[in-house]
Nanobody, 115 residues
């Protein structure tokens, strides 16, 4: 089993920044992928960004150039640096780990962008 614990999100003004972190524990195998998804009210959960164990990244078009995903394989952590935040970035953000055909999720953390 794998557990994912996310840092608290928060409130930011438009144009501001926030950083999310997630720590994974349990039976973690090499070659996994970690990432962040988000879900706004009334919307489907969508990929924000993910990163392979070798560091290959993938971003949603809506966050390209504003968000940066990174990971520390030794500590089994993944982070999401969010800059130039927009009101449409408001959502619950979920940490995700995929390995051996299974996907694991964090509990979700609220990010609100508002003036």
């Amino acid at each position: 089993q794998v557990q994912l614990v996310e840092s608290r999100g928060g409130l930011a003004q438009p144009g501001g920044s926030l950083r999310l972190s997630c720590a994974a524990s349990g039976r973690i195998f090499s070659g996994n992928a970690m990432g962040w998804y988000r879900q706004a009210p009334g919307e489907q959960r969508e990929l924000v960004a993910d990163i392979s164990s070798s560091g290959t990244t993938n971003y949603a078009d809506s966050v390209m150039g504003r968000f940066t995903i990174s990971r520390d394989n030794a500590r089994n952590t993944v982070s999401l640096q969010m800059n130039s935040l927009k009101p449409e970035d408001t959502a619950v953000y979920y940490c995700n780990l995929r390995q051996q055909y299974y996907a694991y999720w964090g509990q979700g953390t609220q990010v609100t962008v508002s003036s």
